[in-house]
């Protein structure tokens, strides 16, 4: 068991000011090929004519499935602290680009 230990290599992980910034996004969409995952990261506004694409990821689906269930332990953790996460759906009869960020999923 002392071997084990020994035997993890530590990763240093760098974080340069400008990627500590992050990207605002409250759309993400997910497409794939058979040997990628590509997750685009998009900022949507109300009543604008397009959105930007602010970063996309590509990724192995092995690192993809392995990224699913690190995002569910987190989800589990964080409502476990701040309590349940519920989706809010719109109130004025559906429509719920009226006045605010469309989103392309509601049909």
Same mark, same amino acid.
């Given at each position: /068991? $002392?071997? &084990?230990?020994?035997?993890?290599? &530590?990763?240093?992980? &760098?974080?340069?000011? #400008?990627? $500590? +910034?992050?990207?605002?996004?409250?759309? @993400?969409?997910?497409?794939?090929s058979a040997g990628e995952f590509?997750?685009?990261? =998009?900022?949507?506004?109300?009543? $604008?004519?397009? @959105? %930007?694409?602010?970063? %996309?990821? =590509?990724?192995?689906?092995?690192? /993809?499935?392995?990224?699913?269930?690190?995002? %569910?332990?987190?989800?589990?953790?964080? #409502?476990?602290?701040? +309590? &349940? =996460?519920?989706?809010? %759906?719109?109130?004025?009869?559906?429509? $719920?680009?009226?006045?605010?960020?469309?989103?392309?999923? /509601? @049909?």
């Amino acid at each position: /068991m $002392a071997n &084990e230990n020994n035997n993890k290599k &530590e990763i240093k992980i &760098e974080l340069t000011p #400008e990627v $500590a +910034g992050g990207h605002y996004s409250n759309l @993400a969409v997910i497409s794939h090929s058979a040997g990628e995952f590509y997750l685009d990261f =998009i900022a949507v506004t109300p009543n $604008a004519p397009q @959105a %930007r694409v602010q970063s %996309r990821i =590509i990724m192995t689906p092995e690192n /993809m499935k392995n990224l699913l269930f690190a995002i %569910r332990d987190n989800v589990q953790k964080y #409502e476990k602290t701040f +309590g &349940e =996460i519920t989706q809010k %759906r719109p109130v004025n009869n559906g429509n $719920a680009n009226e006045g605010g960020i469309p989103n392309p999923f /509601m @049909a």
